[in-house]
């Protein structure tokens, strides 16, 4: 059984992932991590943070002569500009001085209930772990993930299918390298060449007006082995694993499995229609 | 920290969960459980087995004298229809042949999966399981853990706000005792009277044609102290934590936090607009 | 993984575990565990309750026509004198006044530590779930365990190999089925008749002066696979999971894995001459 | 609840901790977890690595201005001779052919189990990891642990009773700061300067001719609350997670707690007089 901590701040020396639990006998390639920390990065429309920052993880333990051990591996992700934030984060008490306290806390945001529950001053101590830059260390994770899966024959992506009001159409019975290349291409991540000039559109329009979106994201994943998770015990179950995950990811505040929620707006009889079941 | 397993097939002679963690000096009413067991047992157009049992608890360790001690709780549901499965669900070697196999795998159920991952013959030995009705042991854990919380003015309650195409209508401004007054006088645990009747003549019509529904369901917890779960790790996470639970029942397909998936339809200035917030 | 949950206080009505794990299609005859809790309750010099009561486990989950189902199994054996307990052990605060509290503390008990965290006035609101009376349930739980190794011939047994002063012999080259015929036929479960006649003595002895006596024990387990547990993380380690769990058994105070402390006071070739390893 | 992995090869380039719940604002200073890796670099008669390398924390997140944030701590220990095994221990495919393959499993040591259970050909692959350098990542988390306690006047030493056949005599009476005093002057951390003596006589005489000698600790942790553990299931009492963090120690192959193996060879009434306990 795989697990894993991450640590790190977001403008600490370095985020770093323990991930324990990986078999042994695996290639693992830390460029095709790094292919995904680049994804990760990529975005249209994204602050100046991400362009400077050219993440790279480095495998420090559990792997060798490109071969997993069975000893837990150490993804390291090094934070670059870490050098302009050496003072201000600093790990020494001589260097409080130079700490710029953040005392305005951001509605949404694990600012306020940070500070209280950690009985902290300066919201900086909540935000710099707070920040979703932890998810680099998660991608990285994720990434190491998809390799052990890969020699089975099992494939995970994403792709946007809506961003703000605007939602993208998936292209009926399209396969998964289709997908993959599809989203790719994509400024935006979508597989629908229409949707992504009307959500390039809205999000030059919000940035001209200092605005916000959202957005969707659909995850597949294809060649999975039938038995995954277990009816036998309520923390066992697939979805709940699932689910669990992925609203833990900051800002996500949804997922659905399946047909989600339009499962519950139709008659039983409307649903086996529409997916077409036989 | 609470912990707890639940066990017992859905034609067995039990459900029993122990639950591990409750600290000690709590007073524990059992009457208060049955009274969440019988609520889940309601519902317009429910099958007959519902009517037959009415649930109840009884609590075989971790009480005295109506006071938790600190150690576990056993919570223990009697199957009251087990006399007449006796035979075909003993443990009994000599009763084999008292089996009458399930071999049709119902579509969007455990039975394939379970009976591929577990290598059992009789869809029987999967369903017992997998069955909903395991969620009396939760609703019962629920209701345990409700009452820790109530002397801390703790309150946590839930009502439906869509079955099939209707949608009920929260009331403005509504408050918790409203809340619980109305969805508790409703044969279908709305908060809209007109919204009921509606549903009604839906679930008839779907009685008649054989169809079913699905539904959507809000909870509220209120007077909960600030601080629960953590940013500091990805599985202390709240939003993951109470959506692995959600989507660990049976059936639930869809969980959303806060605005959900409305969120991401708007921009950041109209989803302000209308949340009110300033 | 296995994983299991105990309850239940040593007056209450019942110990029950639940074991979650269990793999499906294993053959499971509750006689088998009856007869390890059988020999729980033998011993030369035993108090009178451990006559009286001979347990006898139920499995109310879990198990279908002799056959693991990979859902939890539920364990529970009934506390036969919980009759004459039930007021004073009873969860009605209506009984309250049947109480006969307990309110010296025994030392080296949990009694004082129990009473001074959870915040009771009453010790029996510890001791009896601090009682060793709770490792019937652990006993059960061992046996289940043991009949799910025992088709890949593992095999794991105990003796005893001192009480108090009187050290017992094992023989040299004796196997597994003569150290369980021997153990089986002693009255202290010694594999050494000469020492047998002198622990009883000392136990009479003891018992005439109101005196008391620890003991010794080795396990042995056969035909496990090479490379349980793992070298790979702390509390993976198959001596340090072997360690916990035994010294969290009532009373002991100590476990050595192979020659023990026994190899500390030799040197290196002495150990070597001494185990004859070549 | 403290929660910890490590990771790291013993050549590799690093060994790294994290460590999850670490409360907020505890004051943690790096030199007093170097004082304790200096502390297990000591020994006399120590190999030529200990004396070379001189290990000393890094903690990369998790602490800011020298005090903790809430979020996890990463300590990060580098191998300072990695520079020496680069080639051998290189993550990278194309210097497999660096690698100088152990093939001759030690007895005692993970090496045969290691090979087998993770399928490996090269025993480097296992004993990296297996390595009792493992446990600098863990002294520098058990030193973290005693930063956090401190405030709290709790206290932990260690010093050693016996090497091989020579025992040390613990001086009747004697308090924590006498015990760390003697403990830190002595060459081999024994409170009694006569035995000093002879343990060195031993251990010289072991190295003129190769052997080798094991030796027995003992642990005494000072100002705890009452409370520690739980006795209310079987994973949460303290002998037994004592117990097992203690034997999942490489080399380790027995605990006692308190009287130990003594209390079994006793009456309880001869051990009575014997601790003085009235």
Redesign the interface.
Known sequence: ?L???????SH?????A?V?GV???F?ID?ARINEDLARRQKGYGRGGRMAIERDEVQ?????????S??????LVIENKDFKSWQKR?????G??GE?VPVTRPR?GH?D???V?????EDIR??L???SAR?TAA?VAVGALAKQILAPFGVEVLGYVV?I??IESRTPDDIGMADMRRLSEQSQVRVLDAEAERAIIAEIDA?KK?G??????VEVVAHGLP??LG??????R?L???????????QA??????????R???????ALHDEIG?D
């Not at 984060?89 to 008490?93: C, G, H, K, L, Y």
């Not at 605005?211 to 969707?216: A, N």
Request: glycine share 16%.
């Open positions: 059984m697990r894993f901590l991450t640590a790190g701040e600490g020396p370095e985020l770093v323990i324990e078999p042994s006998g290639e830390p495998i420090v333990s559990g792997l060798r002569f490109g071969r051990l069975g000893s837990p591996l150490t984060m600093s790990i020494d008490p260097d409080r700490a509605p694990a306020l209930a940070g209280l529950k950690y009985n902290l101590d909540v710099e772990r707070a932890e998660r809506s703000g009001p919000c007006t605005d916000t979106l959202g957005g969707v039938v038995g277990s009816h036998v015990q309520w923390d179950k979805d709940g694993r699932l689910a669990g995950a992925l609203l833990s990811l996500a505040k949804g997922v659905e499995m399946g047909l989600g929620f499962a519950a707006a139709l008659r039983g009889s079941y």
